[in-house]
């Protein structure tokens, strides 16, 4: 159970890693934007700033998750599964975020939150 717990969470983190790509470093790409639903070019560049800090919110959570996974393999069980749960819980609880803000996200949010979802309860099994 250990080693399906630690797929999740290692897909999760890698997601997040992937979002904060998008959202710090690509932004203004209008494959990017386009993405997460930003009209225009102009509205892009506006929304860069936030864009940016949110991003580095996604990269620190999935940094958070390697660290616990880390720290559970090396025999650091309490401290990894504090780190893995509350990172997981973390990216759960902005996927429930993410559905309040409108029916359209509902994708988004699915494919943000299933992942950590899935750790999380592996890991709690395990």
């Not at 890693?17 to 009209?39: D, N």
């Not at 504090?82 to 759960?92: D, N, R, W």
Request: net charge positive.
């Amino acid at each position: 159970m250990i080693i399906l717990a630690t797929v999740f969470v290692t897909l999760a983190a890698a997601l997040h890693v992937g979002i904060f790509i998008m959202e710090s470093i690509s932004w203004t790409r209008p494959t990017i934007w386009k993405r997460f639903g930003v009209a225009s070019q102009e509205a892009a560049n506006t929304t860069r700033p936030l864009a940016y800090n949110q991003g580095f919110y996604n990269l620190f959570l999935a940094i958070g998750a390697v660290l616990g996974l880390i720290f559970y393999g090396i025999g650091m069980h309490a401290s990894g599964l504090a780190l893995i749960l509350f990172t997981t819980g973390s990216m759960v609880a902005a996927a429930i975020v993410l559905v309040t803000t409108g029916r359209g996200y509902l994708r988004p949010a699915l494919v943000q939150g299933v992942l950590p979802l899935l750790g999380f309860v592996l890991i709690l099994l395990s």
